[in-house]
């Protein structure tokens, strides 16, 4: 496959190639490469008539879509950096994001708009572009949609927003290419981990390319790329949720089903009506297939290939899967900061069940000692750090943090992920145990220091510590374990979750707290969560 020097260059001879070949489904609507090329390039020109320029930062702020895509690609036409955002961060998380990306403009929806007005000045928000989730959609599915209330709206009313029907008006001549090279920024993709505030991840577009494309080549001994059909079960601001529907449209030509939320019944009439070939989505959604009460409804044999990632798949889903669709399900194991996977496991041969897969082509890895950095032997328990060429250098904006957890050795710049695994001798590697600071619920990574400041903003504590509790249903539930001041009475794990939704988005709030009159230490002050942990994980096993 011939190798591009930009994202928006390798989109544009794929979408010539492939012409009117299915793109992108959304909700029975069928866009073809032409179609979604075309859009695009109008995008561009609004985004060129509207002041963005090259280099500028804008916020993608809505849930799957196609506006969503179209939008990104029209930044990347002009060479403009896209911040993909959560469409559920409420005005705390937005406003953050906003003012650390230094992002000017945004696109939401009508229906998260309120969260955007709410920061739009304070952030010197002056670029505000507004859609509703059916807007690419026929009038009459529109109409049909708003009939039966099946379409969610919400109140704009303001002058200063741009619809977005109205930016597809400018004709795609009027803006120029200018979608940069290799090494330049396409866009900032956002991490929890270990920080009290979610850190800034550059993407690069040699890492895009190079990396995406040694991903999607694991499978295509099951499927050949350009004819894969992917039904997408996750978010386009999660790096995993890019790999299955932005490295299609733009690097291998297949096509993507997007949904603006999973849906089970959805996930599985889409695989049967369009003889889906690929599935992605995290271990909880495998699950809830699988106890799904339709299940046998749907005739799901036309996959090839089922895929997992963002948390450790238990073997007992695994198992379940092969003997209910005599398929396997693939797991892989990446992270942000290397833009997405370093292993995978094949598609050949007899892959051990617990095996989070081999280290991919262009990954370079050590399994070390945390403290020393020193290689432990093969079969050893150790920290993974990550190297590649080319690989993602920093944090925006964040240096003590780049500091923290990027580190030369060798000649290279190495990412310490922070996560204990092993290494077998066939090669195959095995994950062990994360960091107690990064809470893995359904999917997200979670920081746990990010809830504790929340928590201890509230006036009546005076210590906080969160961590993940074992759960088979969504990999780890949050708890957060909390000391209050001595002279305050009457305050319930309640009335805390209550501070928590007012300041974090739902998946981050906890759902249990426990009162203690101190909260284990280490020797330098510092509080313990591997002591909370172990302390959960004692409950659990009673």
């Not at 906890?510 to 509080?527: C, W």
Request: positive net charge; charged residues 25%.
């Amino acid at each position: 496959m011939k190798r591009n020097n930009s994202v928006y260059k390798a989109f544009k001879n794929i979408a010539r190639t492939n012409g009117d070949k299915t793109a992108v489904i959304y909700l029975g609507e069928r866009f073809s490469y032409n179609k979604l090329m075309m859009l695009s390039e109008r995008m561009a020109s609004f985004f060129t008539n509207a002041g963005v320029r090259k280099g500028d930062r804008f916020v993608l702020y809505t849930p799957n879509c196609p506006q969503w895509v179209i939008s990104w690609l029209g930044l990347q036409k002009i060479g403009a950096l896209a911040v993909p955002v959560s469409p559920i961060y409420t005005a705390h998380d937005l406003g953050y994001i906003v003012t650390d990306s230094g992002a000017r403009g945004i696109l939401c929806t009508d229906t998260n708009f309120g969260y955007v007005k709410k920061i739009a000045h304070q952030c010197n928000l002056d670029k505000i572009i507004v859609t509703n989730l059916a807007d690419l959609l026929p009038w009459w599915k529109r109409l049909i949609g708003k009939a039966f209330d099946r379409i969610p709206d919400g109140k704009v009313g303001e002058e200063k927003i741009t619809p977005f029907r109205k930016c597809l008006e400018f004709p795609p001549e009027r803006a120029e290419e200018d979608c940069g090279d290799s090494s330049d920024i396409l866009e900032i993709l956002y991490t929890g981990g270990t920080t009290k505030f979610p850190k800034g991840v550059p993407i690069h577009h040699d890492i895009f390319i190079e990396s995406f494309l040694s991903q999607l080549r694991v499978s295509s001994p099951l499927v050949p790329l350009e004819d894969n059909i992917i039904v997408q079960g996750a978010p386009l601001f999660h790096v995993l949720g890019q790999l299955f529907s932005l490295g299609p449209i733009c690097l291998t030509g297949g096509t993507v089903i997007l949904m603006p939320k999973v849906n089970l019944d959805a996930v599985m009439l889409y695989i049967q009506r369009y003889k889906a070939k690929t599935l992605f989505g995290v271990p909880p959604l495998y699950r809830m297939i699988l106890e799904h009460d339709r299940i046998n409804y749907y005739d799901l044999s036309s996959l090839r290939y089922c895929f997992t990632g963002g948390d450790v798949l238990p073997v007992e889903v695994l198992r379940r899967w092969k003997e209910q669709f005599g398929i396997r399900i693939y797991q892989g194991y990446g992270a942000t900061e290397t833009c997405g996977g370093v292993t995978m496991v094949p598609v050949d041969g007899d892959p051990p069940e617990e095996t989070i897969g081999k280290i991919l082509p262009e990954k370079k890895v050590k399994i070390v000692e945390p403290e020393t950095l020193k290689e432990v032997p093969i079969g050893h328990t150790g920290e993974l750090i990550v190297t590649s060429d080319p690989m993602i250098r920093e944090y925006w904006n964040k240096k003590e943090e780049t500091m923290e957890c990027f580190v030369e050795m060798e000649g290279a710049l190495w990412y310490r992920t922070g996560d204990l695994v092993r290494l077998g001798e066939n090669g195959y590697m095995y994950f062990v145990d994360r960091t107690a600071d990064i809470i893995k619920h359904k999917g997200y990574r979670v920081s746990a220091s990010e809830i504790e400041g929340v928590l201890k903003d509230h006036p009546a504590i005076i210590a906080a510590c969160v961590v993940g509790v074992p759960d088979k249903k969504v990999g780890e539930r949050i708890k957060a374990f909390v000391v209050l001041k001595e002279d305050i009475k009457g305050i319930t794990g309640k009335e805390l979750i209550k501070w928590c939704k007012s300041k974090l988005t739902s998946y981050k709030v906890p759902e249990y707290i426990e009162f203690r009159d101190m909260l284990p230490k280490s020797k330098v002050g510092k509080y313990l969560r591997r002591e909370l942990r172990k302390e959960e994980r004692k409950r659990s096993t009673v």
